[in-house]
């Protein structure tokens, strides 16, 4: 089945940098598009980033613009979240959930989200 | 871009029905039929409840149900039952230079 498994996030001091992963399975990888959403505690959920089925668009939240990236590896099947320049405000549970939409789509809907890794600035 | 509005609360007795309302711009909600909503019970990972304004995705519940109308989005739960008390976001595809999707502030369904 369709399975996406967020890893790498811990305890930061502001100012630092983390990189998150995200491992996917089930599905064909290379054909969609995927996300960044992130949830601090006791609060909703933040669209954090996006980028297209073969990397070449990327979009950021204007919380985010600047000191995070997003990229993929689609060899590996695998996303990354490069987070530099760490704030308290980051904290959170971050979810990479895949988009609906085929190929360049966005918009079509979150189908399959894995379990979240918690990121901890302080 | 600011979060859609929803109420804080909604809550209903077994069996009845209750509407989660989803208020955005004519940015967002009001130009795409492209609303999606989420399900979100405490420690659990959201779940994609309906997509593109009314659709179900494979595997959900037929009693719940999606419309929009202006820049206000619905998510109804009918025949409402224990395991549907939750957390509900809605969410809308918002195209512009930075944005790709905003979320709804959240509700808090309670079966009474």
């Known amino acids: 089945q369709m399975q996406l498994v967020e890893s790498g996030g811990g305890v930061v001091q502001p100012g630092r940098s983390l990189r998150l992963s995200c491992a996917a399975s089930?599905?064909?990888?290379?054909?969609?598009?995927i996300h960044w959403v992130r949830q601090a505690p006791g609060k909703g959920l933040e669209w954090v980033a996006f980028?297209?089925?073969?990397?070449?668009?990327?979009y950021y939240a204007d919380s985010v613009k600047g000191r995070f990236t997003i990229s993929r590896d689609n060899s590996k099947n695998t996303l990354y979240l490069q987070m530099n320049s760490l704030r308290a405000e980051d904290t959170a549970v971050y979810y990479c959930?895949?988009?609906?939409?085929?190929?360049?789509?966005?918009?079509?809907?979150?189908?399959?989200w894995g379990q979240g890794t918690t990121v901890i600035v302080s | 871009q600011s979060a859609l509005t929803q109420p804080a609360s909604v809550s209903g007795s077994p069996g009845q029905s209750i509407t989660i309302s989803c208020t955005g711009t004519?940015?967002?909600?009001?130009?795409?039929?492209?609303v999606s909503w989420y399900q979100q019970h405490p420690g659990k990972a959201p779940k994609l409840m309906i997509y593109?304004?009314?659709k179900r995705p494979s595997g959900v519940s037929n009693r719940f149900s999606g419309s929009k109308s202006g820049n206000t989005a619905s998510l109804t739960i009918s025949g409402l039952q224990a395991e549907d008390e939750a957390d509900y976001y809605c969410?809308?595809?918002?195209?512009?230079?930075?944005?790709?999707?905003?979320f709804g502030t959240g509700s808090k369904v309670t079966v009474l």
């Open positions: 980028i297209s089925y073969d990397g070449s668009n990327k």
């Open positions: 969410c809308s595809y918002a195209d512009s230079n930075t944005l790709v999707y905003v």
């Open positions: 959930p895949k988009e609906r939409g085929w190929g360049q789509d966005r918009g079509y809907g979150l189908d399959v």
């Open positions: 593109e304004v009314s």
């Open positions: 004519n940015s967002d909600v009001g130009s795409y039929n492209l």
């Open positions: 089930g599905f064909m990888f290379n054909s969609y598009g």
